[in-house]
């Protein structure tokens, strides 16, 4: 894949809100609304669906699962991989978020087993990609909560060849990779980072993403997209990111080619 275009990526959120495709989160407590939103607003159509009584049953309807280790618990594990290996057996695409990773036992522990179950694609900080690839045995350079995003680019090529799964690194400027070729996405706005779980609602639009195009096109046009509305959305926000969660919604509903290449920007990375 050489590149994904403005015209690609707004072709897909066309092609994504014409299938309104359902979403099931498994996810913290504190993303459960924001995700639902940024969902809403794309088009898809989102499930907060994780008991263990019933994951199996509704994985079998969705199009999409995103599961999200932030407010972590035992029960919630079970239902976590429960749901993992429902889509993986229905050929459903799956995205792991795997939150703070390296921070316990527990968390990391979570992390690795769910990795062993073959997501689709994992979306992370640099921080938790560089822990993630350094427990499940890939090479890593060692945790770091703030290292920038461009430090876990080894780790995260390295994950993706032992996974099989699309690596996305968030941070000031997103990587994706395949294990082979990585695309540098930049854009996105200062506030970003200052309202919480906007990156767990960006974990949710990659799986939506996912649903109209294969994972590495997929999780590149998302993560633009994603920029570019966080970008409109900031600048509407002058006083501070109180307001910035109905912004980058608003901004996700009318987001068009225009706005996608005035505000974000796909390269091929060569270091």
Known sequence: MASVTPDQIAALQDALRAKRPLVQNITNY??????????????????????????????????????????????????????????????????????????????????????????????????????LAGASGAASRGVDSLAGSDAAIDAGRALARSSGAVVAITGETDYVTDGDDVFAISGGHALMPLSTAIGCALTATVAAFATVAPPLGATVAALSAYASAGSLA????PRGPGHFPAELCDALHGLDAAVIAARSRVELYRP
């Open 30 to 131: 504190v993303a459960m609304t924001i995700s639902a939103n940024v969902l809403l607003a794309l088009g898809a159509s989102p499930a907060m669906v994780h008991s263990i009584e019933e994951v199996d049953e509704f994985g079998r309807h969705i199009d999409a699962l995103v599961i999200n280790i932030g407010t972590l618990q035992p029960a919630w594990i079970d239902s976590m991989q429960l749901a993992a290996s429902t889509a993986s057996a229905a050929g459903k695409p799956w995205v792991l978020d795997p939150v703070a990773c390296g921070a316990t036992t527990l968390r990391t522990r979570a992390a690795t087993d769910l990795l062993a179950l073959r997501p689709t694609i994992v979306r992370g900080n640099a921080g938790e990609i560089l822990a």
């Open 234 to 237: 900031g600048e509407r926000c």
